[in-house]
């Protein structure tokens, strides 16, 4: 009876704690798709803060149409206000090739002796057997070599379109920027997550912004469904790999 309650315990906690139950009810139906919300109020969202410039006064002129401080003269429809939509354009072609190797060499000889001691080396030759010399009671030799070679190649492209919301303007004039995209394609669902800060002189006249123009760029592609969990290892594999010393 105990045995039969710690597993029903155990495997309850599992269902929990790893999400199961959500993956149960989805058996025989595709991934649902989550409901579209203000990214403000996701309990993960938080206001972004950067050091600013000290504000200056705005000097106005009179009998000019040119404001001090605009960008452009005439209104265009860039994003520039909280609720705008701005498209981030994701284009990253990065490679990388690293080659690092390392010799060592390493050779050690030591004698050590008490040819004099206070005056006291005649009576501890004494006390020593014939033909021990003071003078070479230690003689160590050592010798060490250690080779290591390492290479690393990488390559990886990712080409992407994804329209993200203004959720803050920073003292500065700059954008804060969040987008999600959902795409589900028969069983799996595929989430692509971006979020960071522009500039409103780098969004181009198509209302685009390409991705290295994004300062703390954070990227996420990923997803959930069948081919998700065939791929993902079991979570007591997962277990084992973090513990397991061997």
Not at 24 to 47: G, H, K, N, Q, Y
Not at 99 to 126: C, E, M, W, Y
């Amino acid at each position: 009876m105990v045995r039969t309650s710690l597993f029903v315990a155990l495997a309850g906690l599992s269902l929990a704690g790893c999400g199961n139950l959500q993956r149960l009810s989805e058996v025989s139906s595709p991934p649902r798709m989550t409901p579209i919300t203000d990214p403000t109020r996701d309990p993960a969202w938080r206001p972004v803060s950067m050091p600013m410039p000290r504000p200056e006064p705005v000097i106005t002129t009179a009998n000019s149409l040119w404001r001090p401080g605009s960008r452009a003269f005439f209104k265009d429809q860039r994003a520039a206000q909280v609720g705008d939509i701005v498209t981030v354009v994701v284009n990253i072609v990065d490679t990388a090739v690293l080659k690092n190797g390392t010799t060592a060499t390493r050779t050690g000889s030591q004698v050590v002796g008490i040819p004099d001691l206070f005056g006291i080396q005649s009576a501890i030759s004494r006390a020593l057997p014939k033909g021990v010399d003071l003078t070479k009671l230690v003689s160590t030799n050592s010798a060490g070599s250690a080779l290591g070679s390492g290479n690393i190649t990488r390559g990886e492209t990712i080409q992407l379109r994804v329209a993200g919301e203004i959720t803050q303007v920073l003292p500065n004039g700059n954008l804060a920027v969040a987008g999600k995209q959902e795409v589900r394609i028969n069983s799996e669902l595929r989430e692509l997550m971006i979020s960071g800060i522009i500039r409103p002189q780098d969004i181009l006249s198509d209302n685009t912004v390409l991705h290295d123009r994004m300062a703390e760029a954070r990227i996420s592609y990923g997803g959930r469904g069948q081919l998700t969990d065939v791929q993902t290892p079991r979570y007591g594999q997962q277990v084992l790999d973090a513990i397991s010393p061997f």
